[in-house]
């Protein structure tokens, strides 16, 4: 079992950037697949990225692509999401994800732990 707990959210102007990191807890987070999802009001909850074990490889959704950067220390078992550009659009509750699965997976199923969430208001 992996406890994941977010930080690093808060208010910022549109075109400014914020660092989330993501704490797991036990020996084993490091084997999990990790992903960052957010959820604005009133709306579904939606995928950012996604990073595999070892962090050699990270998908994106273009809604963030090249914007958004995932990485990982796994001797700290933690996992960052880097918001650089951000938009109005971008304001949501930002939850990290565990996926015990060999695959890099876009669904909101595909995750088994999940964190509290950290909220990111991006002014305009």
């Known amino acids: 079992q992996v406890q994941l707990v977010e930080s690093g959210g808060g208010l910022v102007q549109a075109g400014g950037s914020l660092r989330l990191s993501c704490a797991g807890s036990?020996?084993?987070?490091?084997?999990?697949?990790m992903g960052w999802f957010r959820q604005a009001p009133g709306k579904e909850r939606e995928f950012v990225g996604t990073?595999?074990?070892?962090?050699?490889?990270?998908y994106y959704p273009d809604s963030v692509k090249g914007r958004f950067t995932i990485s990982r220390d796994n001797a700290k078992n933690t996992v960052y999401l880097q918001m650089n550009s951000l938009k109005p659009e971008d304001t949501a509750v930002y939850y990290c994800?565990?996926?015990?699965?060999?695959?890099?997976?876009?669904?909101?199923?595909?995750?088994?732990?999940w964190g509290q969430g950290t909220q990111v208001t991006v002014s305009s």
């Open positions: 994800a565990a996926n015990p699965s060999p695959t890099q997976e876009t669904y909101v199923s595909s995750y088994v732990y």
């Open positions: 036990g020996r084993t987070f490091s084997r999990y697949i």
């Open positions: 990073i595999t074990t070892s962090g050699l490889t990270t």
